[in-house]
């Protein structure tokens, strides 16, 4: 009998790739008839998604293989760096044709369907090509692509100008929002020059003509939120399969990771601050010599993730002093709790979530915002406030320990046989199973 097999594309980032390797990894041990093809986009200014490609092209899989698309240049040629990116992704379309040809015509494979990156909505279209169903997966949570939701349809439904709400003090009644949301907290990327809200809500269009959608969250996290999109008929399936994560980290640890990591297990219980702003998240000299303060005057003991800003000429990801993003987990399913301060992306929006909504956040600064292609923000936070969250964080009567505590467990179920996440994974394959003539 032919096997099923399913195409990954990945946007060229290295915290979507994780998630999407992660996530076959999670398909394969759920079903081992199934076989993936990742297929691997590179930008020539990313060496940490080559570094870790490598690493998985040296640890084989029988169930998954990884295919590096030919390389394509970004075009320096227009204007912005959204525009820049998505003509990247169109550049992508002739290998990813190659591609679901061949296993088209695989005497040992049926292709099931192609899952697309959130942002790799153009080669939607190339499914089509092959009479294949798309499906979508998007590695942030349920609120914030709720707001994609939103927003897209106040656009083309009502015909409202999105961009008016720019630094804008209204506040937006969301569905997938227990609060009012500031308007001031919506992504930087959706007012970037040159049409970047349009850009980014006809993403959010093409997903409703999609099969289904795979989120990276879990039930008992976001049940408002998920159940908000469930109940919009103009929405496809949601899956909540999360949380996916790397928990193993990578093969190509280093002499230098060992010893931090050994540190760490020397440390008292819940006595460390652990600072990681994302994997473009960084700070110029002057707010790092702010941070520094508000650590030393904590008194906490503390690990800094902390890069630099990227050249301004230059379309590139900050550059890394100490980078941890890929060997530590996030903190919800460790039992951690965090202080909030956005930088870039939907993080003001999780931040909202996690503050005001779900109260398992405590706040840094929850609308700080900068530059959403270099990096940078006309606002410097004070050493005085950033010791005044941390030191709200680290204290031991702080009554969202308990509640991050809870949510713990609860993540550590969902994935398990039994569990909302794992019952969300195999809806998905059935409704794989259903492709195959």
Request: charged share 25%; glycine share 6%; hydrophobic share 40%.
């Amino acid at each position: 009998m032919k096997k099923a097999e399913l195409v990954f594309v990945t946007m060229p980032a290295i915290g979507h790739l994780v998630s999407c390797v992660e996530l076959a990894k999670l398909l394969i041990e759920c079903d081992e008839r199934l076989s993936i093809t990742v297929l691997i986009m590179k930008l020539p200014f990313d060496p940490k998604v080559s570094s870790y490609t490598n690493s998985l092209l040296e640890t084989p899989n029988l169930h998954i293989r990884y295919l590096e698309l030919m390389k394509e240049e970004p075009s320096s040629q227009l204007s912005s760096f959204l525009s820049i990116f998505f003509r990247f992704i169109d550049n992508h379309k002739s290998c990813v044709r190659d591609v679901l040809a061949e296993i088209s015509n695989s005497v040992s494979s049926h292709l099931g369907g192609i899952v697309i990156d959130m942002f790799c909505t153009s080669l939607i279209d190339v499914a089509n090509e092959f009479g294949v169903p798309s499906y979508i997966f998007y590695p942030g949570g349920a609120a914030t692509l709720g707001v994609l939701f939103q927003l897209q349809s106040l656009r083309d439904d009502l015909n409202e100008e999105v961009s008016y709400y720019e630094n804008s003090d209204v506040e937006l009644a969301l569905p997938t929002y227990i609060n009012p949301v500031p308007a001031k907290l919506l992504s930087s990327a959706l007012f970037e020059k040159d049409g970047g809200v349009d850009m980014v809500l006809d993403q959010a269009q093409r997903y409703r003509k999609t099969k289904g959608i795979i989120i990276n969250t879990f039930l008992e996290l976001e049940s408002h939120a998920i159940h908000a999109l469930s109940n919009d008929k103009t929405i496809p399936p949601v899956y909540a399969v999360g949380p996916v994560l790397n928990l193993k980290g990578s093969n190509s640890q280093n002499q230098e990771t060992e010893m931090i990591m050994k540190w760490l297990d020397l440390q008292p219980k819940c006595s460390v601050v652990f600072l990681c702003f994302g994997s473009a998240g960084s700070f110029d000299g002057d707010q790092v010599e702010e941070i520094a303060y508000a650590l030393e005057r904590s008194g906490y003991r503390f690990l800094w993730s902390l890069r630099r800003p990227s050249p301004k000429e230059n379309f590139e990801f900050p550059s890394e002093y100490e980078n941890l993003d890929e060997v530590l987990p996030e903190g919800v399913w460790c039992g951690v709790p965090v202080a909030t301060w956005p930088l870039y992306g939907e993080q003001q929006e999780n931040a909202f979530l996690m503050v005001k909504d779900l109260a398992m956040a405590v706040e840094i600064k929850i609308d700080f915002k900068r530059d959403f292609v270099m990096g940078v923000s006309s606002e410097i936070l004070s050493a005085d406030v950033i010791e005044r969250g941390i030191k709200h964080l680290m204290d031991p009567e702080n009554e969202i320990r308990e509640k991050v505590k809870q949510m713990k467990e609860k993540s550590r179920l969902a994935p398990n046989e039994g569990g909302s996440s794992f019952s969300s994974l195999r809806l998905f394959l059935e409704d794989v199973a259903d492709n195959i003539p």
